[in-house]
Every structure is written in structure tokens, then in C-alpha cells.
């Protein structure tokens, strides 16, 4: 993946979560399953605030920045939101889309420095059955 | 194990038998002797429940499929499965090929001319797989590839390892010190309860652990689980009568290492995201968004109901009895 090109994406474009990304609920944030890499991220409250404005629809970076000024994202806290969406752009979350009207998110209780954490290891992508998940044993 | 006799279907040209595995009714209607007889040996292994959640009939028939699926859905050691809308179709190596051509209750399988090996079996006991994953998810059901057990406190925990990762073992140690269990490691857990019902009677052992549990004696004489393992399949009540619980709550899970470094062996709690990925590596999860989502909700569900501990199990763990009561002692 291009990185720099990726961050310059990050800063320019309409985007939204890909379509392949399948976002759940948990503990005070979520936990996002990319299914093209079987990777797994957990967000915590601010970057699922985020992460739920480009779930559906195509926003402009500023859009973001405007939405997390009004939850309470101010001074040098501004510069985390960037390079929380130029994680996501680098971990390749994120697909270009069309602008529209970015939804109604409840604010986050408290703002905190949006975070994404990718688990280390992602699910295996060969299972042994539709029941068991381990890597198959040699034949 | 609840089935009827097997009897000729009215053209007396296939054999039928209904069983129930877990909450799923399953009729297998074949006009095949020798996959009739094979999955009908893969079933009786299944607890069945009193109440029946679903059912699924296997349609078994004669004949060449020569389409091979892709596994854009699922794709496992030895069988590719391919999911277009409500369609499902899955090949296996030996030629085995099922498909389930809406939300409808029957799957068709088709057998070409085959041996009877064990990766043929094998290959039939994955097609249940998927029958059975299917049916119990649309039941409000997880499936999840863990053991269980409950102390005699009464305390559930979940086992979680990989298979060959010393679930079994552990379950017979505990078993060994007054601990119940559901399973060594296939669990439903019923989305909304979280209730934890038992499906198998039987665990998969290896004969090494003869080495600790001398109530394994006889384990060599046992039937192999599978082609590709020493592992016997013994029944939990022949061998410990009166150990096999239906069901349980669990409070924890227990993440099982193996770590020869630590000697007997060393417990520490897991953190949030930790016993999140636990339990992540337990399921699987195919390549649909729908499908994906209705199982990581029902994972985050047991995630935020739970506790999680590690477990790490030294080479010495069952050299001498104590796991069972320190394991006990972690749970709290």
C-alpha cells in the first residue's frame, strides 16, 4: 500500500467505510472485521463517533473535522482526528464515495483521542470446517 | 441420541433416518448405502434437545456434479462453498457436492463413485458441518468450537484453544477433580441467554494422555477421530458416568496455552480485547456481511457477559493433580 499517497487521499477525498468492513458494537466503542483480510480493529467511543459517519455515506475529511469539533475536539486534539483517518486509509478501511448529507451521531460521552487498534494476527482465512476455525492439520 | 429406525422411503429406493443434533432436526433421506451409513455414524455422536429449534433434511443421491465452488463463502481444508443470495453450494476433494437452493429446509447432495476412505468420510462429516452451522445460526444459535466446564462450585468457564491445543486434556483433569462438563469442544450458545448447551457425547483424546489419566487405558482399542489425528473418540459417560451436564451459563473464558516455559502452569486475566479475540478465534466466520455481522454481535455478546483468563499449560500441568483446584481458585 502507498502510504503517502494513501494520507494525501486521506486529506482530499469523499469517503466510506468499505463495504467488505463489518462493524459491531462493543464495550464503550466497537470492533470493525474486514472480510477481504479477516483482520479485526477495535475503536474506542471517538473513533467509533467517527468511523458511524462514514459507515453509510461518503464524507469530505472537513465534514469530519467539523462534526468532531462539535463533539468537543479542539486545538492540537484536531491533528489526532487527521491522523486517525489516515489510519484508516492506511489499514485500507475506507473507499472512495460520492458526497452526501452525513448523518445524525449521537456525540461520544466524553471526547478522547480518536483510537484503532489492529489485532496482530488476523481470523484464518482456510478453516478446517464451517464449525472449526483452526488451520487445518496436514494431510 | 434421539433417531427413528431406518426405513425404505416409499419408492424402496433410499434409506431414511431422522436424528437430532442438538436443537436440529436432521432427516437423511439416501439412495447411497454407503453415505447413508457414514452420516448416520457422524450423527449418532450428537446430544439431541427436547425441544427442536429447526430442522434439515439431506437429500443424498448418486451423481457427478463437475462444478467445483470457489469458497467465496467458506473456505476449509477440504471443501470450497460458494454463497449467492439465499443459494449455497459446496464441493468437496472426493467430489461430494451440496447444495441448498433457497431457505428451504433440504439440502441435495450429490455422491459421485467413491471409496469409502477416511477423507471421503471426513468430507461428509464437513458437509454436516455446514448443514448443521447454518441451520443452528438461523435458530439464534453460535456455534462455537470450545469446551466447557463447570466447577463444583458451580462456576462455568469456556475452554478456548485451537484444536490439538489441550482442551481435552484439561476437560479430563477437571473432570478428574469433581468438574462437570459440556463438551471438549463444540458449544450453541443462544444469542440473548447466553445460555451454553452441549452437542457432542463424546470427546477427542490422544493417546498420550494415557501418560496422566490411567482411567484412558484402553483409549488405543478406541476408533481414530479422523485421517489426519491419533486422537480416539471416547463417550464421556462410559468412561465418567454422571460428568455430562446439557447446559450451562458461562462466566468465563479461559484462553488454553500450551508453554513449556512455565513449568505446571501460570494463570493471568485477559483485558477486553484480548478475551474478544478469544473468543474470535473460536468461530467462523464466511465471507457475507449479513452472516458476518449476526456472529460478531453474538461474539461481543459473550465478550460482555464474560471474563477472560489465560491459561498456560507446562509440560508438567498434569504430572501432579492442583490445576483443577487453581483453576477453580482464578475463577473466582
Known amino acids: ?139 | 441420541m434421539l433417531s427413528i429406525q431406518a426405513s425404505r422411503s416409499p419408492n424402496d429406493e433410499s434409506d431414511v433416518r431422522r436424528f437430532a443434533c442438538g436443537p436440529l432436526s436432521v432427516e437423511i433421506d439416501s439412495s447411497v448405502p454407503e453415505a447413508f451409513e457414514a452420516l448416520c455414524a457422524a450423527l449418532e455422536l450428537y446430544r439431541h434437545d427436547t425441544e427442536t429449534a429447526d430442522a434439515a433434511k439431506l437429500e443424498v443421491k448418486h451423481a457427478t456434479v463437475n462444478t467445483v465452488a470457489a469458497g467465496t463463502y467458506l473456505t476449509c481444508g477440504r471443501m470450497l462453498v460458494d454463497r449467492d443470495g439465499d443459494r449455497i453450494f459446496a464441493s468437496t476433494q472426493s467430489g461430494i457436492t451440496v447444495t441448498r437452493r433457497s431457505l428451504e429446509a433440504t439440502w441435495h447432495v450429490a455422491i459421485p463413485t467413491v471409496s469409502y476412505d477416511e477423507p471421503t468420510i471426513g468430507d461428509l462429516e464437513d458437509v454436516l458441518s455446514l448443514v448443521f452451522t447454518e441451520h443452528w445460526r438461523t435458530a439464534g444459535l453460535q456455534p462455537l468450537h470450545a469446551g466447557c466446564a463447570v466447577s463444583p462450585r458451580g462456576t462455568s468457564a469456556m475452554l478456548c484453544a485451537a484444536s490439538g491445543g489441550g482442551k481435552s486434556t484439561l476437560t479430563v483433569a477437571l473432570i478428574r477433580d469433581g468438574w462437570k462438563t459440556l463438551g471438549d469442544d463444540k458449544l450453541l450458545v443462544a444469542r440473548g441467554s447466553g445460555i451454553a448447551r452441549s452437542l457432542t457425547r463424546s470427546f477427542n483424546i490422544h493417546p498420550r494422555a494415557t501418560d496422566w489419566f490411567e482411567e484412558l487405558a484402553h483409549i488405543h482399542e478406541l476408533p481414530r477421530y479422523s485421517a489426519w489425528t491419533e486422537k480416539r473418540r471416547v463417550v464421556i459417560e462410559d468412561v465418567w458416568p454422571g460428568t455430562s451436564v446439557a447446559q450451562a451459563t458461562p462466566q468465563y473464558v479461559v484462553r488454553v496455552v500450551r508453554d513449556d516455559s512455565v513449568g505446571k502452569w501460570s494463570l493471568r486475566s485477559l483485558t477486553a480485547a484480548q478475551l474478544l479475540a478469544t473468543i474470535l478465534d473460536q468461530v467462523v466466520i464466511p465471507n457475507d456481511r449479513v452472516v458476518a455481522r449476526a456472529i460478531m454481535e453474538a461474539v461481543t455478546e459473550i465478550a460482555g457477559r464474560t471474563c477472560g483468563i489465560e491459561l498456560r499449560l507446562g509440560s508438567q500441568a498434569y504430572e501432579r493433580r492442583g490445576i483443577a483446584a487453581a483453576l477453580d481458585a482464578a475463577l473466582g
Open chain 1, 1 to 139: 500500500m502507498n502510504t503517502t499517497s494513501n494520507q494525501r487521499s486521506a486529506l482530499s477525498q469523499n469517503s466510506m467505510l468499505r463495504s467488505t468492513v463489518v462493524p459491531t458494537v462493543f464495550a464503550d466503542g466497537a470492533v470493525l472485521l474486514d472480510l477481504r483480510t479477516k483482520f479485526f480493529y477495535q475503536l474506542n467511543g471517538s473513533a467509533w463517533a467517527i468511523v458511524q459517519l462514514l459507515e453509510t455515506t461518503g464524507i469530505d475529511p472537513s465534514t469530519v473535522l467539523a462534526r468532531t469539533h462539535d463533539w468537543g475536539c479542539r486545538g492540537d486534539a484536531v491533528e489526532e482526528v487527521r491522523d486517525f483517518l489516515k489510519r484508516l486509509f492506511e489499514f485500507d478501511l475506507l473507499e472512495e464515495a460520492e458526497a452526501e448529507t452525513p448523518p445524525e451521531i449521537a456525540a461520544p460521552a466524553t471526547w478522547t483521542s480518536p483510537r484503532i487498534d489492529r489485532q496482530a494476527e488476523p481470523l484464518h482465512r482456510l478453516v478446517t470446517s464451517a464449525f472449526d476455525p483452526s488451520i487445518p492439520l496436514a494431510e
